[in-house]
């Protein structure tokens, strides 16, 4: 796995203390970071940002939060729920692009790389790997304004898998998936200003602060650690 050979390669350099070396990642993240801690358990920490568990569930939902978010009516709600039926059964009889277009067509932009990749990695579920990392501290974060990850299912899985002493979740009822701001995400120009003369400010109030503490919480800021992540 590429991920546990980039842990490596840094372990090895002048300068990185190998002991506190752990994992960011965000969204399908969610599948990679568990893989990787359960498989090394150097690992020091994990921070999981608006992280997946199952991939057919996460799509599901995703699927139907924009479709509520757009206003869809229940006829297209309906048609898109039979396209991704479809889909599903292709996916799980080995089908190829070719067959998917021939039966879906193209609703979503699917091209050949993409179904290669889906095809590869739709039965992706986090709950095993997450049971066999179970010592390491795991900071899960939240955001209210989710439309890609259902963070309902999400929270549940976590803290049923995981023992309460090495998990700690954090909520922002008024981020988005990425954990911007739900304001600032919708406007497009208060975005690109708060981006360009305020780029720390893009992020919901309190998110790189608490990171910094779950670091050296965790043993793993060292004493010369910035005051927050990414300074």
Known sequence: MVTLAAVAWARGRPGIDGRRIGLWGASQAG???????????RIRFVIAVSPAVNWLRQ?????LAELHR????????QEAMRRRETTVRLLRRGATYAE?????????????APWRFISANYTSDAVADLRA?????????????DVNVDVTETQAVYR????????????????THSLVDHATERSSLRLTATAVL????????GFLDRQTRFLR?????????PTSPGR
């Open 59 to 63: 799509g599901r939902y995703n699927l």
């Open 133 to 145: 990392m179970r010592g390491t501290p795991v900071l899960l974060v939240l955001a209210g304004h």
């Open 70 to 77: 757009d206003g869809a009516g229940k006829r297209r709600v």
């Open 160 to 175: 049923e898998v995981l023992p309460a002493s090495t998990l700690s979740v954090q909520h922002y009822p008024d981020a």
């Open 100 to 112: 998917y277009r021939a039966a879906v067509g193209d609703p979503d932009g699917v091209t050949p």
């Open 198 to 205: 305020a780029p720390r400010k893009l992020y919901a109030a």
């Open 217 to 225: 919480e965790a043993g793993a800021s060292g004493a010369d650690a």
């Open 31 to 41: 599948w990679v970071l568990p893989k990787v801690a359960a498989k090394d358990p």
